[in-house]
């Protein structure tokens, strides 16, 4: 059909002119993928190395690279360090995680489900305000949101952590796309005919058709609350009460930095991660790729 | 809920039922009316209320606070300072020496980051076998604390022993004298820059593939009359059909760029002192803030520099969309 055309291998020309997801992957595809992934993955790697390893293993050239035997003693040093409270910060990770996790479902479902289903004054203004609230730096509160926790008496507890985390802006965004598309205008408007008031909708028909997002956004929610670090840094930094991210700061602070250690504490605190992405990883992908924004 | 269910039972006595009939139509009535005109503002209520406390509130405040004395070791210091914190920010060397390593590392960190991102989305976009966990693959860095890994990029990067040191005398440099990345602006950059491309190029990438699956199959075969390899294909098509999600994630690296803290924090061989090296060869603008505020304890100027911050981020996320626009629809 055109110059180039016939100069092509007749494989190559059939290729062209499909769409790039019809076509399959040939072995180069995979193996930049198989690269991909173990540069995704080695640093994770890596730090279980020297998580398992010897003092002298660590700083060896060329560079250890299989697992030794010491992560239980590397681990157990980590967990008996004083003022660092390095089990007390998991489970206070734990806490904060889920409290966050918890309240952001429950709330964005809410206000998703009314800027969605329901008719009321100003509601189109309203959601471009939730909209908005997206752009805005959250460095540029910081120093009056540290003075506002000291007003209120909360500042280096976990409390300072979780309450500015209570809602987010992208959750009910997400909400409000989900239930428009999930739940259909036929059965709210039947359950409306029988007289259930609007919480009874929420509750028997919106929630169950929901809960797949539910799971995308509480997985979000849990990773991006978890790995959160200059907030916490700022209010329980020095305090009885870090969450695990801080305490690793603390664990990795100081004149003469244990490294296995460090790592081995670090290791300790991504494995409820690696877990959900396990067991979530689906959700996760599917979360991102419905429009999930960096918190 | 329905009308049966609540009607009384038909053998209870007569007074009682037509009472019941007459005063239960009117409670509805006037609950139906609360239920459809307040409900709606309760259901959406927590997340404004929430936002206004621990969003707007301190937005606000800030700008009081920049304009005043507020220092956390001098409680009696106060009173307004007019634009004395902004004056001082303009001839702090620290503040300009800090813009300067953000943009280098924003710079080092964004452009590699959406261009490979690109190129595993082009992967990523094929027919592949066990195509969900390759997705979920390219996310390991995406769910790894940033505290975590920048722990293991601090010992990468070591000067004695370290692996990135090994690597580089395995091709022939410093064997005699392995580099010191943390002793060198170009160097620390780098090697922060290193950290934040590996989080964030697989969560990119996914984003761009949910774009490029969205692209009509048809236009694949009409550019097939021009004999487009998938090169062409590439920078022809695709690239030009996700120029809004192109977009998106230029303005969201620039505002996650230009607020870099956790790197730069945790990189340093003493996070504690939060002084961007020894000579603040990398620190940013987030760090300063932190440090002015809470180690040298003067939230005034802390909060006259996130404003600071603020403005120099809306310019540049400006101007990137922009950018990005023209360059889009020059290639088209």
Known sequence: ?295 | MSLTRSAPPAASPEPAQRRAAKSAPKQRNWLHRFDNKRVPYLLISPFFLLFAIFGLFPIVFNGIVALRNWRLDDPTLTGWAGLANFEKLIHDEAFWNALGNTFGIFILATVPQLLIALMVANLLNRKLRGNTWWRVGVLLPYVTPVAASTLVFAVFFARDNGMANWLLSLVGFGQDTPLDWRAYKWSSWIAIATMVNWKWIGYNALLYLSAMQSIPKDVYEAAAVDGAGPWRQLWRITVPMIQPVLIFTVVLSTIGGLQLFNEPMLFEENPAAASGGSNGQWQTIAQLIYKVGWKDLNLGYAAAMSWALFVIILIVAALNALATNRLGGGRR
């Open chain 1, 1 to 295: 059909m055109t110059a180039t055309a016939p100069r092509l291998k007749p494989r190559r020309r059939a290729e062209i002119g499909r769409a790039p997801q019809d076509t399959g992957g040939n072995w180069r595809t995979y193996l930049a993928l198989v690269a991909v992934l173990a540069l995704s993955a080695f640093p994770l790697y890596w730090m279980f190395v020297i998580a398992t390893s010897t003092d002298e293993a660590v700083s060896s050239i060329p560079p250890t690279v299989v697992p030794g035997g010491e992560f239980m003693n590397n681990l157990r040093e980590v967990f008996t360090l004083q003022q660092v409270y390095f089990a007390a910060s998991l489970i206070n990770s734990f806490i904060v995680a889920f409290v966050v996790t918890a309240s952001t479902l429950f709330f964005c479902s809410l206000a998703g489900f009314a800027f969605a289903k329901l008719r009321f004054p100003g509601r189109d203004k309203l959601m471009i305000v939730v909209i908005l609230t997206l752009t805005v730096p959250n460095q540029l509160g910081i120093v009056a949101l540290y003075i506002l926790m000291g007003k209120l008496g909360w500042n280096g507890t976990l409390l300072s952590v979780i309450a500015p985390f209570l809602v987010s802006a992208f959750g009910v965004f997400y909400m409000r796309q989900f239930i428009m598309h999930a739940v259909p205008d036929e059965l709210i408007e039947s359950a409306r005919m029988d007289g259930a008031l609007t919480m009874r909708v929420y509750w028997s028909i919106v929630l169950p058709a929901i809960r797949p997002a539910l799971a995308v956004l509480g997985l979000l929610t849990f990773v991006a609350t978890w790995n959160e670090f200059q907030w916490p840094l700022i209010q329980l930094n020095g305090t009885e009460f870090p969450t695990s991210m801080v305490a690793l700061s603390d664990l990795a602070s100081g004149n003469y930095v244990i490294y296995r250690r460090v790592l081995a504490g670090a290791f300790a605190a991504t494995v409820p991660l690696l877990v959900l992405l396990v067991l979530g990883g689906r959700q996760i992908v599917r979360g991102i790729m419905e429009g999930a924004v960096k918190s």
